[in-house]
């Protein structure tokens, strides 16, 4: 509308210019449209602090709901943090566990080891001691062969030695005196016997020309029986006046 008194455009229902002041009076019709003009404009306020309400009721459920899925996201980073947290020590346990089983199992097989070694060698101990007991069982058999064997070959040589005497003493027995008296060539190639060898000798022999032992105090050797000492260690025959045995050095 227009004001009368300084032909100003005012707004349509008011009463009053709010430029001049001027008054003027306000029909039925002006009133009506006049309140029909403030509820039009209360329902656009109610209209506008609804929609206001209404957005700033879907900002805070916006702003809550945000809140809500930022909550729920850090839970479920937290809850994916603890899950890896509680992986990633599993893991540790079981990468220790690991680790630890497999230093006891390499030092059981250590020690498996050092008792097969420790076996081996105390095996080879064992071999060698009874391999050096069985050389020196066998020397021993050897030597106690040996010593028998020179033990029986003395003992044929002083049976050859006794039968050949008796055979001696029994040609001596059957010839007649006669034919002793008659025959002293043959009496004197009868010789003696070296009391060391008992090698056969001349009768005017004063050493033995087999071994060199004297002759000079055994005048009577071819009619008494020959001397002989055998070694008490090796049992070979030695000579009357010998100190020491001539195979192993035994002291007589």
Same mark, same amino acid.
């Given at each position: ?9 005012? *707004? ?13 009076? +306000? $029909? ?8 029909? +003009? #403030? ?12 929609? &206001? ?6 900002? %805070? ?10 909550? #729920?996201?850090? *839970? =479920?980073?937290? =809850?994916?943090? #603890?899950?890896?947290? &509680? ?17 006891? !199992? ?8 050092? !008792?097969?070694?420790? =076996? ?9 001691? #009874? ?5 020196? &069982? ?22 050859? =030695? ?27 190639? $009868? ?11 001349? @009768? ?12 000079? @105090? ?9 001397? %002989?000492?055998?070694?008490? @260690? ?5 000579? @009357? ?12």
């Amino acid at each position: 509308m227009i004001c009368p008194n300084c032909d100003k455009e005012i *707004e349509t229902g008011i009463d009053q210019c709010p430029y001049c002041g001027c008054h003027f009076p +306000i $029909s039925a019709k002006q009133k009506h449209e006049q309140e029909r +003009i #403030e509820r039009e404009q209360k329902e656009r306020e109610e209209k506008a602090r609804q929609e &206001q309400l209404r957005q700033e009721r879907e900002k %805070m459920e916006k702003q809550k709901r945000l809140e809500q899925e930022k909550r #729920e996201r850090l *839970e =479920r980073e937290k =809850r994916i943090a #603890e899950q890896e947290e &509680q992986k990633k020590f599993e893991q540790e346990k079981q990468e220790r566990l690991e680790r630890e089983k497999r230093i006891a !199992e390499q030092e059981e097989q250590k020690k498996l080891e050092q !008792e097969k070694q420790e =076996r081996l060698e105390r095996e080879k101990r064992i071999a060698e001691q #009874e391999e050096q007991k069985r050389f020196e &069982q066998e020397n021993q058999e050897r030597l106690e062969k040996e010593k028998q064997a020179e033990l029986e070959r003395i003992k044929r040589e002083q049976k050859q =030695r006794e039968e050949e005497k008796k055979k001696q003493e029994a040609i001596k027995e059957s010839t007649p005196k006669e034919q002793i008296t008659q025959n002293p060539s043959k009496q004197e190639k $009868s010789g003696v016997l070296c009391p060391n060898c008992g090698k056969e000798l001349s @009768n005017d022999a004063r050493f033995c020309r087999w071994c060199g032992t004297s002759l000079m @105090n055994n005048e009577t050797t071819s009619e008494e029986p020959f001397a %002989m000492r055998l070694c008490p @260690n090796c049992g070979i025959e030695l000579s @009357n006046d010998a100190r020491f045995c001539r195979r192993c050095g035994h002291k007589i």
